[in-house]
């Protein structure tokens, strides 16, 4: 009988040490779990503050934009006189600058204007780089030599 009481004494023990270790463990990981949120927590915040700084940096440089280009005034070359030797380069650099064409598209047209023995803007409209009204419009910014 008095190894039944030992055996169970003994149990008893060993009961209340795998009790005690595992709540020690789960107190361990709960404080680690409570660790490692508060980091991420602070991590987070600090992501949203920057966030929210870089869309406010946005926002300005936005506003910035749109304030500069409707405070410019577009650009507009002068009238180029008939007597200018370049008037086929002033007409293909404003092309070029103000957007109505690409390179690609200038030096596909230069190429074609060889072998179709006709001027930039007859050219462009040949091969749709730009509409009849543009070509309106630059002919009387820069008229054809005669």
Known sequence: MIIYIILFILSLAAFFYVRSSITQDHHQRRQGYKEAH??????YEELLREQNEINSE???????????QHDAPPLRPGRVSKNAPNSEEALSAHML????????QHEKATHT???MKLDLLGTCLALGFIDEDTVLELKKMFPPEH
């Open 38 to 43: 508060a980091t991420l927590i602070n991590q």
């Open 58 to 68: 946005i926002k300005t440089l936005t506003q910035q934009i749109i304030r500069s």
């Open 97 to 104: 600058t103000s957007g109505l064409i690409t390179l690609e």
């Open 113 to 115: 204007m060889q072998t």
